[in-house]
């Protein structure tokens, strides 16, 4: 269903969805979180990324999945990278085959960040790659396989993520509406992650276009689909109509569910409802 295809497993929980004298089916859950994320929320989440950060602080807490290391740093302070907790930060983030660190790059952790607070996570980010040096990526080439000769890691502008309480297909759209760099989607890894990078700007596999459409209804991104064609403003109307009538024909078929009051909040009345809009 749409609501798989936009955030993963449909058996993932979302929390406690129901309120007393509601009939909640778990799809209608799927659905309205596919209308309110692609929607209002990515764009709350962009306006939120353009914002200046004054005087802000921020921390990441990071658990390395090979060397088990687990820490919370605060890398930023009163608005300005804290030098301490960027060098804790390119600790974790060590190339750990040869343990040799690097200066990561300062805008790949802010994205990091970002990304973190817009999914709501709670859990330490796992890290699966951070930098790798030329010799480690070289050898990698040549043993697995699947690695870029120029990659973006060996400059300290790459990180490979898991969250374990997040669907990585959700984590992967969160860092797309971002428009940073690179997004790489990985879900049948033995630990399904996410590429993130701040070179520029695409993702692999592309995406169809209508659910690039979804992420991106005024069609204004570098993200190209699957066919090849720039996206346009028309694009992300189709998309946002057929996402309209899926939901109504879902209503239709189950009359008795109970509209959620988050989604009438919103300004979404499907036409089966007979309501009229304000």
Known sequence: ??????????YQSYGNERKSGEVLHPIIVRLMRTFLHVAPVFAVALIAWDAPAFAETRSLSLYNIHT???KTITYKRDGKFDPEGMKEINHMMRDWRRDEPTEMDPELIDTIWAIYQDVGSEEPIHLVSGYRSRKTNEKLRRTRGGQARKSQHILGKAADLHFPDVPVKKLRNSALV??????????????????VDTGRVRHWPRIKRQELA?????????????????LTRKDGQIALANLGNKIDTFIDKKSKVKLPPKMMMAGFTPPSL???KA
């Open 214 to 230: 979804l992420l991106f209804p005024d069609g204004k991104t570098k993200h190209v689909p699957s066919d090849g064609r720039p």
């Open 68 to 70: 088990k290391e687990k």
């Open 178 to 195: 971002k428009q940073v760099g690179g997004v790489g989607y990985y879900p049948r890894s033995g630990l399904p992650f996410v590429h």
């Open 1 to 10: 269903d749409l609501g798989q295809q936009l955030w993963g497993s449909p």
């Open 274 to 276: 007979g309501l009229q």
